[in-house]
């Protein structure tokens, strides 16, 4: 999340994908990671710095 810019490997990620991470990195206001395996399985990564931060991030989680 750095000024709104998908990151280099988001590019090489489907449309679908890049849209998405970019999405949820201006909801969170954080760097989001999406990591897609060939089967198209993956797992969305979304870092937190503190606890308070971590409850900020679930708090948004569970009002959605």
Known sequence: YKNNQVTKKSIDKPKYISDA?????????TSVRVNVSRNNQGKIIIPFKSEAEFKKINKKLNDS
């Open 21 to 29: 991470i970019t999405k949820l990195s201006e909801i969170f206001k």
